[in-house]
């Protein structure tokens, strides 16, 4: 069974740094596909920023150029740096690592980003 695990988060003051990792708990896996998803309170949940293994990367709007993604090769791992941190991007934040169609969620990470 694959289990994906997040790890990396925390509480940073606004403007700060903070870098998400994700990872399957058994090093045999590896994936098509590895994406970055966050709910904050109330809302539903978005997605943040994804990378294929043939490297395709895309970001939502609200974090393009503030957040970046990058896997590990043969893609094993994936990390979300996330820069110039806000208020607004409080949330917890969800692996997702797919061995199409297949699709394997983590249990989140709390990033709280203080003002």
């Known amino acids: 069974q694959v289990q994906v695990v997040e790890s990396g988060g925390g509480t940073v003051q606004a403007g700060g740094s903070l870098r998400l990792s994700c990872a399957s708990s058994?090093?045999?896996?590896?994936?098509?596909?590895m994406a970055w998803y966050r709910q904050a309170p109330g809302e539903q949940r978005e997605l943040v920023a994804s990378i294929t293994s043939r490297g395709t990367i895309n970001y939502a709007d609200s974090v393009k150029g503030r957040f970046t993604i990058s896997g590990e090769y043969p893609m094993k791992r994936a990390y979300l740096q996330m820069n110039d941190l806000a208020p607004e991007d409080t949330a917890v934040y969800y692996c997702?690592?797919?061995?199409?169609?297949?699709?394997?969620w983590g249990q989140g990470t709390q990033v709280t980003v203080s003002s």
């Open positions: 997702k690592a797919s061995i199409l169609p297949r699709h394997y």
């Open positions: 058994r090093k045999a896996f590896t994936f098509d596909v």
